[in-house]
């Protein structure tokens, strides 16, 4: 019976037989894809004769196999003269070459099965498994060309497109406030990253606080505190929620009607899905395992950006490098898990220098990566920060800096100093 000829024998016959076939080779498989060592390194060899530039053939390719001494001519000779009579004609080595990639493909996906049975025999973290599984997966899909064709990608497009018109504005979670979602043409949208940038004082975890609550009343919220304690986040959100001084919840010393008005919010606290992770040191891994634990979760909010950890093969670099790969990871689970990420982060000093102290994308510390990373760049402005008498109530403004999915512009709301709410401002007054 006539042995069947593999597709590693095809290709390297092909190769053989008309040099230009490596070219058409290469678009569909490398050297690492052939399970066959003496095919593999002649996969190799005849890479290396091509780049040289100049002219080659068989016998070249031959006398470099055997180069090394690791293989004898005895034993290439043979197996050249079979892979050619294999091979036949060098037209069919695209097929051939798109079949060694495959079988190389299903070999990984082999292994990493075999890996997967192994971590869990050993009790490894469930979700480290998971993210493993999900980088070598991606890769592997990067690695067999799964590269959509136009027509198919276009297609994919239609659909969404049709959800979009659907349900306008399904890309996107509201914040609540309906200017800011004007002008950030829907909302946060889903698999972004969103930066609110600001002095320390000046209230950012307050405004983001205030954005999470309002989308805790539409979606499971999750609210990575690694600065403030639960107890005192949920003490923010009280002061919002009963108009109560964030100060008098603290320290204890509320009034008949303000306790009352707590107590009377025992219910909207108890069912609102604002979940709350307080560890108050955590990496980018940490933090995506506790967003996996959240059902259905709708939005992500980090308090702050500065006091992430960072992963242990960042530990020796730059500051800015270390910021870099923080904000690339945050983009990365927005995109994983396709939900909105929204960060807080601090402004560095220079803000202070303009003459209108009004902050700019120049001054988000540590590193330009946050700009480049993040979809929107919200910068948080209060003029009685720098006042000496400092305004029980004042104006806001959020300033969009940076917004790859709508415009750019300031947005003015109101705050309150003591409980911390902001509320959007209309004609009639604050609302």
């Known amino acids: 019976m006539t042995e069947v000829a593999r597709p590693e024998q095809k290709v390297i016959g092909a190769i053989c037989l008309d040099r230009s076939a490596l070219t058409d080779a290469l678009r569909y498989c490398s050297a690492s894809d052939f399970e066959n060592e003496l095919f593999r390194t002649a996969f ?13 053939d068989v016998l070249d390719l031959r006398d470099g196999i055997c180069r090394n001494g690791r293989y004898s001519l005895e034993t290439v000779e043979p197996a050249l003269m079979n892979a050619m009579t294999a091979a036949a004609t060098a037209t069919i080595v695209s097929g051939a070459a798109k079949a060694v990639r495959r079988d190389a493909a299903i070999r990984e996906l082999q292994s990493l099965a075999n890996d997967i049975q192994e971590s869990a025999f050993f009790r490894a973290e469930p979700l480290e498994i998971v993210q493993g599984i999900e980088t070598r997966l991606e890769r592997l899909k990067r690695d067999t060309g799964a590269i959509q064709a136009p027509a198919e990608a276009y297609y994919e497009f239609q659909r969404w497109f049709a959800d979009q018109m659907n349900s306008p504005g399904a890309a996107f979670v509201r914040t609540g406030y309906a200017e800011l979602d004007r002008v950030l043409c829907g909302g946060v949208i889903k698999s972004g990253l969103y930066v609110f940038g600001a002095r320390p004082g000046m209230g ?101 950006l500065g006091l992430i950890t960072p992963a242990d093969s960042d530990a020796q670099k730059s500051k800015n490098e270390q910021t870099a790969a923080i904000s690339a990871g945050l983009k990365r689970i927005a995109k994983r898990l396709n939900i909105p990420v929204v960060v807080a982060c601090q402004l560095n000093r220079e803000s202070v220098k303009s003459a209108n102290k009004r902050p700019s ?48 512009g300031t947005v003015t709301l109101h705050w309150e100093a003591s409980t911390g709410m902001i509320a959007d401002i209309v004609k009639e007054g604050v609302i």
């Open 361 to 408: 994308l120049t001054d988000l510390r540590d590193s330009g990566a946050i700009e480049q990373d993040a979809d929107g760049v919200i910068l948080l402005h209060r003029d009685g920060y720098f006042s000496d008498e400092k305004p029980e109530s004042e104006n806001i403004d959020f300033i969009v800096a940076k917004n790859r999915h709508g415009t750019t």
């Open 44 to 56: 190799e060899v005849a890479a290396e004769l091509d780049g040289s530039g100049r002219e080659w």
């Open 204 to 304: 950012k975890t307050t405004a983001i606080i205030n954005i999470a609550e309002r989308i805790s009343t539409r979606a499971n919220v999750l609210f990575v505190s690694l600065e403030m304690p639960k107890n005192q986040i949920i003490a923010k959100r009280t002061a919002i929620k009963c108009r109560v001084p964030y100060s008098s919840i603290v320290s204890g010393r509320v009034i008949e009607d303000e306790l009352q008005r707590i107590l009377d919010s025992q219910r909207y606290f108890n069912e609102s899905p604002f979940y709350i992770e307080d560890s108050g040191s955590a990496t980018i891994q940490d933090i995506e395992t506790a967003a996996h634990s959240v059902p259905d979760l709708g939005v992500l909010f980090v308090d702050y």
